[in-house]
């Protein structure tokens, strides 16, 4: 049924789109040209000052897109999103779609760009998934800033008496570097300033990303950076970004990176791409400027969460709607018969066949996600992003799984079918927003305590026994509570292929416990970041990463990015 369209590649369907220009786009949800700040003919940036007045309008339908645990297979939840945004358009209810800024590391490395495929793309898809409009760049020189200016500090004056041994601000590129994951600066003698380990971070796993895409104006943007955390004195005492007098010269590097970008689908309708912190090291959501923006603007915003739904969604319930006061209206979980059979012990080279003992089995993950969703009080609907290879068999046995669970699941095909594809799901998910059923909460109060937190989470969202940490991580803990931010989220950063921290621990594990290597405090973006198991910061690239088959052919157009 999608054979032929399937001939051609993602980048190959991106170039033959018709797009319009941005002001059009831009007139679908009544935002004068002059409000615009343009990078080309078909992106461009909302004026800041236009959103303000926008704030006291009635807001839209908020409509998270999540999905179940990812695998190599692929589950499809960007297409998932725009493919409903473009059918909710299509059934005649304005629209908008709300997406993360892609990282460059995974479109050089495994994973690939973030734009959506198919017949269910945001374009213009290359330059989406490169520089795009320089937020990314602007985050990384920001944090890179702070850096700069806390050695600088210490090398001068130090009057806090910053200990060189307890800086704990390390450096950030937006590029997968295993290399840099612990280097030694300084070096060369004096006038080259000091020696020291440090070590680089991803650019979306930044505070400053976090601090981002979590503040909804350029006040709140530099008083969060002041507050951020970079050390402590030989005391004990922390040391922060206003400490050092940074957060004034970050935000003028943040100043025109924080107004939202506007692009389009490949059908011409809106769509918001702001910030993009990844969602198994950091909270996963796009810009609360963006989704505020797109909610004033439009009657349902689609709107999607990080990997599957025990990282993304959680911390789009517990963080992003917790610091901003966003009540989703309903959900979407996105799953594949493909990467259920996954989950049920088929290698990834044999998917294409049926097998329903092996999908049976992986419904399990998708079942867990099911339950884990319904505990915060949103109405959900299921999609199966449907491949060429499904069978009937296979298709109504997940139905049937999902049914038995009080959910209606829904087989879309707009990668192949663009919003036409995903109609049914756009007329069930208008129909759950509508009922005004949601009875949104998050999944712990503010005083329940940090140690508590990840507790909860482990058990009730991972299926575990209890966490584990060693007496050091305990006291890191204690300490926290006892400096003032016992009431912070905790922003759990764990591998995005398992429940557990075993990346190879598919399906639903149970009966595990989840260990708790290293705590990080976020004061600016007001979270605590757990990290648990091996999960990195930092990824590396494959043995093959997609940067090989990338190239400039001779018409200048860039080959091999998808």
């Not at 079942?367 to 109504?396: K, M």
Request: charged share 20%.
């Amino acid at each position: 049924w999608r054979e032929i369209k399937m001939i051609k590649s993602d980048i190959e369907i991106a170039r033959e789109s018709t797009m319009q220009p941005i002001a059009a786009v831009a007139g679908k949800l009544a935002i004068p040209a002059d409000s615009l700040v343009h990078y080309g003919p078909h992106k461009a940036k909302i004026n800041l000052d236009f959103l303000a007045t926008q704030k006291d309008k009635p807001r839209g339908k908020l409509i998270l897109v999540t999905a179940m645990s990812p695998t190599p297979a692929g589950e499809g939840k960007t297409t998932v999103a725009i493919g409903l945004s473009d059918a909710i358009n299509a059934l005649g209810k304005p629209s908008a779609v709300c997406l993360r800024e892609p990282s460059l590391g995974p479109c050089f490395g495994l994973k690939g760009g973030a734009a959506g495929g198919g017949y269910a793309q945001v374009v213009p898809m290359e330059e989406i998934n490169l520089h795009f409009t320089g937020d990314m760049h602007a985050i990384g020189a920001a944090h890179n800033l702070l850096a700069a200016m806390i050695d600088n500090y210490i090398h001068w004056s130090n009057e806090l008496r910053l200990d060189l041994r307890r800086v704990t601000w390390r450096r950030v590129v937006d590029i997968n570097d295993r290399q840099l994951r612990n280097v030694v600066t300084g070096i060369g003698g004096p006038a080259n300033g000091y020696p020291m380990e440090g070590g680089f971070d991803i650019t979306v796993a930044s505070e400053v990303m976090a601090i981002f895409c979590l503040a909804r104006s350029l006040p709140e943007l530099q008083q969060r950076l002041g507050k951020i955390v970079v050390g402590y004195t030989r005391d004990g005492a922390p040391v922060t970004a206003d400490d050092v007098s940074a957060a004034g010269a970050m935000t003028a590097l943040l100043k025109d990176a924080l107004a939202p970008n506007l692009v389009q689908t490949l059908e011409n309708n809106p769509a918001f791409i702001h910030g993009g912190p990844f969602a198994n090291i950091a909270h996963g959501c796009n810009s609360v400027i963006a989704t505020e923006a797109a909610l004033g603007l439009s009657d349902y915003v689609v709107t999607e969460a990080g990997f599957g739904a025990d990282l993304g969604a959680e911390k789009f319930f517990n963080i992003k709607c917790r610091k901003s006061g966003l009540k989703p209206d309903a959900a979407v979980i996105v799953a594949t018969a493909r990467a259920l059979k996954m989950h049920g012990g088929v290698p990834r080279d044999q998917l294409e066949a049926e097998n329903l003992h092996a999908l049976a089995q992986g419904l399990e993950n998708l079942g867990r996600h099911i339950r884990n969703t319904g505990r915060y009080g949103v109405p959900l609907s299921v999609a199966i992003n449907r491949f060429s290879s499904d069978t009937d068999a296979e298709l109504a046995l997940i139905i049937d799984y999902v049914a038995g669970r009080g959910v209606n699941a829904h087989v879309c095909t707009q990668w192949a079918d663009g919003s036409a594809g995903a109609m049914e799901l756009a007329g069930a998910v208008i129909e759950l927003a509508d009922n005004n059923q949601a009875q949104f909460r998050t999944l712990y109060e503010d005083e329940l305590s940090l140690w508590d937190k990840a507790r909860l989470v482990a058990r009730e969202m991972y299926g575990a026994d209890d966490i584990d940490a060693d007496q050091k991580i305990r006291d890191q803990f204690a300490q926290f509570e006892a400096d003032g931010y016992g009431r912070f989220p905790v922003c759990m950063a764990k591998t995005q292929y398992s429940f557990s921290t075993d990346p190879k621990s598919l399906g639903a594990p149970s009966n595990h416990r989840v260990k708790i290597r290293e705590l990080a405090l976020a004061a600016g973006a007001e979270f605590v970041v757990v990290i648990c198991g091996d999960v990195m910061r930092m990824p590396g690239l494959p043995r093959v990463p997609a940067a090989n088959s990338i190239f400039v052919n001779e018409q200048g157009q860039i080959e091999g990015l998808f």
